[in-house]
């Protein structure tokens, strides 16, 4: 038995969001996504598994909604990301990133400034 689940977030900015998937994909953990312009709204496809990311009008935030447990995992997976990528995108102009790994879905940055 499986159980449709809506996972509320704080995630506002499309574009973190939409280059975390785009990363997942890169790295195969899910296999296709494809964005609704007019819908705000975001299917993700992961070996049939589908899951929606689409934006609540009420607090201008993207939810994740679908089958509990892949739900709850692509959507962990994509806090993750989009933390990293607005990380990424906002350091200051005398830091760069030394080194980037990934072990066992933790991500570590050592920046240079």
Do not use: W
């Amino acid at each position: 038995m499986s159980f449709y689940c809506v996972i509320k977030t704080e995630l506002s900015r499309k574009k973190y969001v939409i280059a975390a998937l785009a990363e997942m994909q890169r790295k195969g953990e899910i296999t296709n996504y494809s964005v609704s312009q007019t819908k705000d709204k975001i299917e993700v496809d992961r070996d049939g598994e589908v899951v929606t990311v689409s934006r609540t009008k009420e607090a201008a935030n993207y939810e994740i909604g679908g089958i509990s447990r892949p739900a709850r995992e692509i959507s962990d997976r994509i806090k993750q990301l989009y933390a990293y990528e607005s990380i990424k995108d906002n350091l200051p102009l005398d830091f760069e990133i030394s080194k980037e790994t990934e072990e066992a879905g933790e991500i570590h940055i050592t920046l240079k400034g």
